[in-house]
């Protein structure tokens, strides 16, 4: 499935050109519906998501992605100091700071990586397993990589628009939520609080991501690099799901 077959269903251009070739830029309603439209390439439509959702995968499978994702979990703090470190806004590093504090724990918070290694638990995956690495598969850790870099080396405008694949995700954790109690009740219920607690910090992200890039990402040409930006980070998350059900195919 490729987003890309979705620009053609874009509304009519209302803005005035803005003396970048004859294109005019999309207002910030259609902008913002071009960066949406995009789901349809999100992961959630992976062959690999669809199964795990609807019951299909083994408990090797579940523990294979489990421990793959702890990788992603792991770096996006660096990721989002990446973003900091770019930014020279003291405002948006203000707010931005929040995503590593969700993320490493703070105070008596304990923290998106640490919910997640009790998603681990959950699964029967144990500690020194998960913390090891061992079961994350060269695509991952490539995919993941080349994120960590990208947000190091692109401006942060940039960065902040890869992080728009958040625009999707409430809806896939709604979806576990819903499913793996009954599809896996071999999985300790306690172990899905991940799911639970992203889906509000995720519709929080998404409103400053969607601020800082609607803002900025104004003419033609910006606005179309900023569709190709997401659309790389949509390939990430593809990609690890790729490598993920090739290492455990049952």
């Avoid at 079961?135 to 080349?146: E, L, W």
Wanted: one cysteine or more; aromatic letters at 10%; charged letters at 25%.
């Amino acid at each position: 499935m490729n987003a890309k077959d979705t620009l053609g269903t874009a509304p009519q251009h209302t803005a005035q050109t803005n003396g970048h070739g004859d294109r005019p830029a999309w207002t910030r309603e259609e902008f913002e519906a071009q960066l949406r439209a995009k789901g349809v390439a999100y992961h959630i439509h992976h062959p690999f998501n669809v199964k795990m959702n609807s019951g299909g995968c083994s408990r090797e499978q579940i523990r294979g992605w489990v421990a793959n994702r702890f990788y992603y979990q792991i770096n996006i703090p660096l990721k989002d100091a990446a973003v900091l470190s770019n930014c020279p806004d003291r405002e948006t590093r203000r707010r931005w700071v929040q995503r590593i504090l969700d993320h490493d724990g703070y105070g008596g918070e304990e923290g998106g990586i640490e919910t997640w290694a009790r998603l681990g638990d959950a699964v029967g995956l144990s500690r020194d397993d998960l913390w090891s690495l061992k079961q994350v598969t060269p695509g991952v850790r490539f995919a993941v990589d080349a994120y960590v870099n990208f947000a190091r080396r692109a401006p942060w405008q940039e960065s902040v628009c890869s992080s728009l694949t958040e625009m999707f995700a409430p809806q896939v954790h709604r979806d576990r939520l819903a499913s793996w109690p009954e599809h896996y009740p071999w999985i300790e219920p306690s172990g899905l609080a991940y799911f639970r607690s992203r889906i509000s910090l995720a519709q929080r992200d998404v409103e400053h991501g969607l601020e800082v890039t609607l803002d900025h990402f104004t003419r033609r040409d910006q606005q179309e690099r900023a569709l190709e930006i997401l659309q790389f980070k949509l390939d990430i998350l593809w990609t690890m799901l790729d490598s993920i059900e090739k290492a455990f195919p049952q």
